[in-house]
């Protein structure tokens, strides 16, 4: 038999080199692995997320990266493709400044020199805007011209909310503009382009492109709360990725995050520029500003931190950068909400900088719960109304008096704050409610009609009585 024996300078080697990596890995993992866990897992029950997978990275390795939850019987994993929403026009940016790079275009030239279509109403407005304008959201169109797909026809009957290039205002529809720009400068299709020259050189290997290939290779079911229950709801067919239907994994977007942290290069190979890089996370202050070019600049608690948010039919998703401390963080989760990623960012931040650690209210959902009470009160008054009303006959009179009026208009006011100041609060308008929370859009416009019913109802029910009463 053959000992294998070491040297008295072997085994001094071996235990320098032992200790050396575990000092490295310790200054890599300076937060409690298992307690985090714990915590993520305890909000994604608190706040009833079907799935989600979460990402670390520090400097330029993985130090973190996990799959929550079970679907179709199998474990969700770092490789589970989510669709990611908005954080897909970092990497539309990132294509169009490689194509400046290569000096196949220029950021200050008109948009209709790539694209000979695109004319808004005020043409010669539209002939200022320049591709720097859409990457920087300040082409001056209104936050509703980003719900439709871009052509010739809808274009030239849009208007301009603000002067070009002077006010910020987020619009899906610069990135799908600047979708169809890649395509026209590289003749390839945004996919093909995207995948040699993004995918590819970061080894993005669960990143999906296009709706086939995204549900071929496994992309999750997506979910809506109905007022506090997740419900899962179909992905329809999309056609382009470019604003927000890029699906991918917490390992690809990993990989992504550690290219943006250091400098545009990963494992050794470089796809961007640091200068570039740099630009892309700055912000036009000098508007008042924080938006980069598919990035929002700003800070979390207390730390500077670079990000952007996503949102779809059925997935939330939330990925940040912390340039001082050398970390990147991405959450994707397979339910539609506009707050719970971010209770997950702000636990995460505060576990890896030993901050204090905090209970996070489900506001969203207690939110969800207040609304169904209230069309819940709102269809009460209104069965008793009509009630009311049945049993005198189902008058029509309504008379102008205070005891009438004051009550109308208040029911009125009411109803115009449903529909009006509840969806200003919440920066979406009530069609895109509709569509990516239909139990708070579908409610707020149940609840508003029923007030308003009970409100006229009540109004013609008090009538009657009063002149009953004279009488």
């Not at 931190?305 to 990147?328: D, Q, R, V, W």
């Amino acid at each position: 038999m053959h000992v294998m024996s070491y040297s008295f300078k072997q085994l001094i080697l071996i235990a320098i080199l032992t200790g050396a990596y575990t000092f490295c890995h310790a200054q890599e993992i300076d937060f409690d692995e298992a307690e985090l866990t714990t915590f993520i897992a305890s909000q994604m029950r608190l706040s009833r997320i079907p799935n989600l997978a979460v990402g670390i990275v520090r400097r330029d390795k993985i130090v973190y990266l996990r799959g929550f939850g079970t679907t179709a019987g199998q474990q969700i994993s770092p490789r589970t493709p989510f669709l990611i929403g908005s954080l897909s026009k970092s990497f539309t940016a990132l294509a169009v400044m490689q194509l400046a790079e290569a000096e196949k275009l220029n950021l200050d030239t008109p948009v209709y020199q790539y694209l000979s279509w695109f004319r808004l109403r005020d043409v010669e407005a539209s002939r200022t805007i320049t591709v720097r304008h859409l990457l920087n959201q300040t082409s001056g169109l209104p936050t509703s011209a980003g719900f439709f797909a871009p052509d010739a026809d809808s274009l030239s009957q849009t208007e301009l909310a603000h002067p070009v290039g002077q006010v910020y205002e987020y619009c899906n529809l610069n990135y799908k503009i600047l979708g169809m720009l890649i395509e026209a400068v590289t003749g390839q299709t945004y996919a093909v382009y995207m995948q040699e020259h993004v995918l590819v050189p970061l080894e993005m290997r669960s990143t999906y492109l296009t709706y086939d290939d995204a549900v071929r290779n496994g992309l999750i079911e997506g979910h809506q709360y109905f007022f506090g229950l997740p419900v899962s709801v179909s992905t329809l067919p999309y056609q382009s990725a470019a604003a927000g239907h890029i699906a991918s994994s917490a390992e690809d977007m990993c990989h992504y995050l550690i290219a943006h942290l250091q400098d545009g290069v990963y494992n050794n190979r470089s796809i961007i520029t640091p200068t570039n890089i740099a630009l892309m996370h700055t912000a036009r202050s000098d508007i008042g500003s924080r938006y980069g070019m598919g990035w929002v600049a700003g800070r979390l608690n207390g730390l500077e931190a670079i990000g952007h948010t996503g949102l779809n039919e059925g997935f939330s998703s939330n990925m940040t950068i912390l340039p001082e401390k050398g970390y990147c963080i991405i959450i994707l989760t397979n339910v539609n909400s506009f707050t719970q990623h971010h209770d997950l960012m702000d636990g995460i931040i505060r576990r890896l900088h030993s901050q204090p650690t905090k209970f996070y209210i489900p506001y969203e959902l207690l939110q969800r719960f207040l609304l169904l009470f209230t069309l819940l009160f709102g269809l009460a008054q209104l069965i008793r109304q009509l009630w009311k009303w049945r049993n005198l006959g189902y008058p029509l009179l309504m008379l102008m008096t205070a005891k009438v009026i004051v009550p109308l208009i208040c029911g009125i006011a009411f109803t115009l704050f449903l529909l009006i100041a509840v969806p200003l609060w919440a920066d979406a308008p009530l069609g895109v409610l509709l569509s990516y929370q239909p139990d708070i859009g579908y409610g707020l416009i149940c609840g508003a009609t029923s007030f308003t019913l009970a409100s006229f109802v009540g109004a013609f029910v008090k009538s009657k009585l009063s002149l009953a009463a004279a009488r």
